[in-house]
């Protein structure tokens, strides 16, 4: 496994890769459901890269920048373990060098949910993976369904943009609780981490009501918000039932729906999602 720092060393590694590359972009604190984007990139590319990158572009306060978890020489080892090739590392100024001064920003796939929960979110997201998409010219890049809205606003970006890479959308992977894997756990306390499967009860209830034929997306929304009033230690940000294409918020669930919701358990975000029908 090769390991590089810089945009130049990054090309002259792949000038001699065999294709097709498929590229892994993550922020680090790698975990099993990173590792699941890596093995479907393996079993369908003949070179594997993964990026390690905290964006600070993509984070509102600085202070939720600095507290994200870090820790390469552990993120190495499970890249090595899980069979990557290239590992791309980057410093900020690697990526933004001086003078940096574009901003990719998609229109309104990117408006509601998470673009409404966090100002320029978006914006941070689609620019550095269009950097990289433009960086790695892989023929396939994963993404995982966890962030189901940051998936779609990819595939927007590099629909427009006419950029060759085919984005690939893979499932969310779960601690045996139901709880979706995510970086920012390793920051829950114990009892926060007791209280954070609410998140998926929540959703669960939710999608049931609907299988059970609740129509109403705002009766939908109410039974989420009920489970997670149940748990204290949650502070619901946002529950939404919305189309899966455009995200609007449904009044009348007629065809599939997407229930998600965020909400902060130890000042730390959580997100979740659940499609039905
Ligand atoms: P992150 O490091 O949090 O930016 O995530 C990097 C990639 O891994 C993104 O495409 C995420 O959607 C994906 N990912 C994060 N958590 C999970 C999970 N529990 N299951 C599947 N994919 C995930």
Redesign the pocket.
Known sequence: MQVVRTRAELRAVLVAATRPVGLV????WLHA??V??VDRARAESATVVVSIFVNPRQFGQSADFARYPRNEARDLAMCEAAGVDVVFAPSVDEVYPPGFDTRVSVGAIAGPLEGAARPGHFDGVATVVAILFALVGAERAY?????YQ?VQVIRRMATDLALPTEVVA?????EPDGL????RNARLTPDGRAAAPVLRRALLAGAARVRAGERSGAAVRDVMLAVLAEEPAATPDYVSVANPDTLAELDAVAGQALLSLAALIDEVRLIDNERVL
Do not use: I, N, W, Y
Request: hydrophobic share 30%; glycine share 14%; charged share 15%.
């Open positions: 972009p993550t922020m680090g459901g990173h699941s984007l993404f995982g369904l966890k962030d940051q893979c499932e969310t992977v779960r979706a894997m995510s970086s």
